[in-house]
């Protein structure tokens, strides 16, 4: 139904909106054991303590499947089938990839938690630092495709994962937009009831704002560094600031003729020396626009591809433009219910975790790297990366190629860095990158912050905060 004037339904729905937002606020201060109110969190609690004791992976497997009928009885009293059953894997996968993490295995029987896509290796810009600058290109310092992601390809993964995973990060170095299949990517992906985040520079002449916004995208995310174009050009080359805010202006209009409140868009700002200034100027604009946050963002650093663009020190984090923006996600936590996929994820429900032999070791400690266990990189042409890294004809990170079958989480590759970590190999000629990775080995794209928004949009009372903070710790 298109939103033009305000009609009796349209009131109504503002109304329940109205009162999902109240709801939410009131969760959020008001725990519900306060009033009685039913919670995820004593079974839970019992979930880990149980865990916390287990020398063996085949004893978290028996931990698992004991509690699975519990916590899907819990669910289906507040969701109807499949939700509650992709919510019970969805949450038995998120103990069982801590545990692994925690014993430091080497073979995971969980699934990723996240998974990241490029829908598109292509980018009409050439940031410095981007596998797409002048430089890389002309010196071939990665080793990246040009190519677009297939809609089988995708298809395959998610049916493998999706029911397990709670979000999709649709962009890693390529600009998603320039596939024109990524909405239909995105629905696909709410077909398995996973948060949906895209992140574009925006800089794109052929835009279908509609399709976006009926995609079930959750959240967001625009590149836009500069409220001027000498500026704003000055990192994202090539790109056409008008062209973007023209963008932006399209997609708050489709939000508000659809009557959708989702994605909810986020200005993200990069700050260096050549424009920390515009910032104030930037957020009055993103304000103006409609834009619902405007974050500014602490760079990596790019001064190995273009001395001239150096970070600078300003304070980072998220101003909320519309308080409530965050609060409309319960409404598009399952968009689509008669699209939910029940068929893939019975199936995945009635499976044992264990259907495959799996080689453990008793739990050893030491540092390791979070993005081998809960995230998962797929570039367009199917290659598997085991992180947001790029790959370098000197860094070894396509860890294999997805094209349709196997356990990519489990590669060859993924059970070597893993074992690496774990002190039961060492670094040879061939070994993955990750035996000499010094990256950010806690940060990944989908973890503690995404898990505590995904089940709080599924439902704030019965994920309360001791909820939370149980599925979101690591
Ligand atoms: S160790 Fe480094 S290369 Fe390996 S997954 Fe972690 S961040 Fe990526």
């Known amino acids: 139904m298109r939103v033009g004037s305000m009609t009796e339904a349209g009131i109504r729905l503002n109304q329940l909106r109205g009162w999902g937002m109240l709801s939410l606020l009131f969760h959020h201060f008001v725990p519900a054991s306060l009033y009685g109110g039913q919670t995820a969190s004593s079974a839970l609690s019992k979930i880990d303590r149980e865990l916390r004791h287990c020398r063996h992976a085949d004893a978290a497997l028996t931990v698992l499947d004991t509690f699975k009928a519990e916590v899907c009885a819990l669910l289906r009293s507040r969701f109807a089938s499949p939700a509650a059953e992709a919510l019970t894997l969805k949450i038995l996968n998120i103990c069982l990839a801590r545990y692994h993490f925690k014993a430091r295995s080497a073979s995971l029987l969980s699934r990723p938690i996240g998974i990241v896509i490029d829908p598109s290796n292509m980018c009409q810009l050439a940031c410095p630092g981007c596998v797409h600058s002048t430089r890389s290109e002309t010196l071939k310092l990665f080793d990246w495709n040009k190519s677009a992601l297939s809609e089988d390809r995708l298809s395959a993964l998610l049916k493998l994962y999706g029911p397990y995973a709670i979000g999709v990060y649709f962009c890693n170095y390529g600009e998603p937009l320039l596939n024109l299949a990524t909405p239909k990517f995105i629905r696909l992906a709410k077909t398995y009831l996973m948060g949906t985040t895209l992140s574009t520079t925006l800089s794109v002449r052929r835009f279908d704002a509609d399709a976006y916004v009926e995609s079930g995208l959750d959240f967001m995310v625009l590149s836009i560094d500069g409220a001027t174009q000498p500026v704003y050009e000055r990192f994202r080359r090539n790109g056409d600031l008008e ?79 519309d308080w409530f923006s ?62 947001c890294g790029a790959p370098r004809p000197d860094a070894n990170l396509v860890f294999s190629t997805f094209d349709g079958g196997g356990d990519p989480f489990n590669s060859e590759k993924y059970r070597q860095a893993r074992s690496y970590f774990s002190g039961a190999v060492s670094a040879s000629d061939g070994s993955p990158y990750c035996t000499r990775c ?37």
Not at 457 to 463: E, H, Q, R, T
Request: proline content about 8%; aromatic content about 10%.
């Open 438 to 474: 010094e990256w950010d080995h806690v940060t990944v794209n989908i973890g503690g912050p995404e898990i505590r928004r995904y089940f709080r949009a599924a439902d704030p009372a019965f994920f309360d905060r001791r909820s939370l903070r149980l599925l979101s710790g690591w």
């Open 326 to 387: 965050t609060a409309n996600l319960p409404e598009n936590w399952n968009p689509f219910p008669e699209g939910v996929d029940a068929h893939t994820i019975a199936r995945a429900y009635e499976s044992p975790w264990n259907e495959r032999p799996i080689s453990d070791a008793p739990p050893s400690s030491g540092h390791t790297c979070h993005w081998l266990y809960q995230n998962i990189v797929m570039d367009a042409t199917g290659r598997i990366l085991p992180c």
């Open 243 to 321: 062209l973007v805010l023209g963008n932006v202006r399209k997609l708050v209009d489709a939000k508000r003729r659809l009557g959708k409140r989702t994605p909810v868009l986020s200005w993200n700002f990069l700050a260096f020396e050549h424009n920390a200034h515009e910032i104030p100027v930037a957020a009055r604009m993103a304000r103006k626009l409609g834009v619902n946050q405007f974050r500014v963002v602490d760079p990596f650093d790019v001064r190995w591809d273009d001395p001239q663009i150096r970070p600078v020190e300003v304070k980072a984090g998220v101003r909320r433009l």
